[in-house]
């Protein structure tokens, strides 16, 4: 796969919820958070960079030759270029793949170095109405918290049936805790980490309430149980960081 050197687009900085609401509007990818979004992630979620670059090195031990690779709820394709500079098997294809037309549109504008380049394709659709075939490498970074629970099982059995044997799926989530204890502290550490980052304690409290119900966590072991039950075997973590965690599942080879 050849590698190309990608222009940097700048960013807004986010300050969507800086200024105090009478009302908290449910939280939506749209063009607001699409311009804002790099800075917003990489404030949110400790790790995300961590997770996109080595989760892309990750990966390329899991390419096979002439086989796709999906990056499903791509936003505005990190995960993507990430895959694109790690993978170095031939005849690679590598989908990105959001339902948000403001992402997509964003994300094509990310990749637009790449844009006379077949081996990348950018696709507005809901990932739970996708075909998943021939697949080596699938990812999912923050994906599976947005999808409704009740389509999750299929979601991952689709995955499953569509990765050839020794193919992988990296899922990277939010998760729960079952020790309430723990998962408060868990939590109340992510919030300092977000002060840290700059975001106020308005700005906190106003997108946990806006994304209450959006984003829908489970705990890792309804992870590891969903993925071992289609028949993903090993599965185990590769990064933690405070509530935030990657996990890798490998289809067996017969």
Excluded at 15 to 22: G, N, Y
Excluded at 138 to 154: A, E, Y
């Amino acid at each position: 796969m050849q590698r190309k050197v990608l222009k940097v687009i700048k960013n807004s900085r986010d300050k969507l919820f800086a200024d105090a609401r009478e009302k908290i509007e449910k939280f939506e990818f749209d063009e607001n958070v699409a311009s804002v979004f790099p800075d917003m992630i990489g404030r949110s979620v400790p790790g995300y960079k961590t997770i996109v670059e080595y989760g892309g090195q990750l990966a390329a031990h899991f390419a096979q030759s002439n086989s796709n690779c999906y990056d499903l709820g791509c936003s505005l394709g990190a995960t993507t270029k990430a895959l694109h500079h790690s993978i170095s098997e031939r005849g690679v294809r590598i989908f990105a793949i959001d339902n948000s037309s403001a992402m997509i549109e964003r994300c094509k504008e990310e990749l637009k170095a790449y844009s006379e380049d077949d081996t990348i394709i950018i696709k507005q659709s809901d990932i739970c109405d996708i075909n998943i075939e021939n697949a080596s490498v699938v990812i999912m970074n923050f994906t599976l918290q947005f999808v409704l629970p009740q389509r999750r099982d299929g979601l991952i059995a689709k995955i499953f049936n569509g990765l050839n044997e020794g193919g992988c799926l990296i899922i990277s989530e939010k998760v729960l805790f079952n020790s309430p204890g723990l998962n408060d502290l868990m939590v109340k550490l992510h919030h300092q980490f977000k002060r840290v980052q700059g975001y106020s304690d308005l700005e906190v409290s106003q997108k946990r309430e806006a994304i209450e119900n959006v984003l829908i966590p489970e705990s890792l072991e309804k992870h590891f149980a969903r993925l071992r039950e289609v028949g993903f075997q090993p599965v185990t973590t590769w990064f933690q960081s405070f509530n935030f965690y990657s996990i890798l599942a490998i289809k067996p080879k017969k």
